[in-house]
């Protein structure tokens, strides 16, 4: 198996592991077969795009132990569906994105021009 690659067409950096993220929960924005919400983008959470996600019916804010989900405040970074982060991008309140810890395959839902308008570099 090759390792994933990020959008940059580079090896897949880790987004986060604290609060450890990724569909997978292993800090990486990785996707698979039972990943139906391609969880890919990994982005860094602002105010404005968690009320936005939340006004979506999507709360992001609120833990769900259950999912292993702790719930997000601003400045976590968080491996967010490809769909969302577009549908944010079109709203105008797309979070920020590292882009060498988004997956490639996050390139069938969003241009590499639209992420790296919104582009945070990884300290």
């Known amino acids: 198996m090759s ?4 959008v940059l067409g580079t090896k897949l950096q880790v987004c986060c592991t604290d609060p450890m993220t990724g569909f997978y929960r ?3 924005c990785n ?6 919400g391609a969880h890919t983008v990994c982005a860094r959470m602002t105010p404005a795009f968690l009320v936005f996600s939340k006004s979506r019916g999507n709360d992001l804010s609120t833990p769900v ?3 292993r989900f702790p719930g997000l405040k601003a400045g976590d970074c968080w491996c967010l569906c490809a769909a969302r982060w577009k549908e944010a991008f079109d709203a105008g ?6 882009l060498e810890a988004t997956h490639a395959s996050t390139l069938e839902y969003v241009t590499l021009e639209e ?3 919104h582009e945070l570099k990884k300290a």
């Open 31 to 36: 996707t698979g077969a039972g990943d139906v």
């Open 115 to 117: 992420l790296k308008q």
């Open 93 to 98: 309140v797309a979070p920020p994105v590292v």
């Open 65 to 67: 132990p259950a999912y």
């Open 3 to 6: 390792e994933a690659e990020n």
């Open 26 to 28: 292993d800090g990486f």
